[in-house]
């Protein structure tokens, strides 16, 4: 009995541990397409985000290379948006699939970045 509940608790905890991670390809995600974007100077990153009508964004988005939508597993970047402003960590890649830094944003504000 103790291999079968080791075996219920393992499989729990892997589905808890895959529904946490994010990724593009969740079809929460929005693409940046689907979004009006404002980008200060030369970042790549946005620094604000509001829906085709106009109204601030709130939720979790990503940019592919070139704009494209497709492939969906070949970000640029991602993050979330609250009430229209950055929030929390945005990932750069370098290269489809390889996490180049790590962006953290507080009130819409840059506070920090860390190379991986």
């Known amino acids: 009995m103790n291999g079968y509940r080791f075996a219920i608790v393992s499989s729990i905890v892997s589905m808890l541990a895959v529904s946490g991670c994010t990724n593009a390809a969740d079809t929460s995600t929005v ?6 974007l404002e980008i200060k100077r030369q970042d790549v990153l946005p620094s604000s ?3 085709k009508d106009g109204k601030p ?19 640029e970047w ?19 699939g390889q996490l180049d ?16």
Do not use: M, Q
């Open 49 to 51: 985000a509001r829906s």
């Open 31 to 36: 693409h940046a397409g689907e979004l009006k």
């Open 78 to 96: 991602e993050g979330s948006f609250a009430d229209g402003v950055p929030i929390g960590e945005f990932n750069l890649y370098s290269n489809c």
């Open 101 to 116: 830094s790590l962006w953290r944003y507080e009130n819409g504000e840059w506070v920090e970045v860390r190379n991986t």
């Open 57 to 75: 964004y709130t939720g979790r988005t990503y940019g592919t290379f070139f704009g494209d939508k497709e492939p969906r597993n070949c970000v």
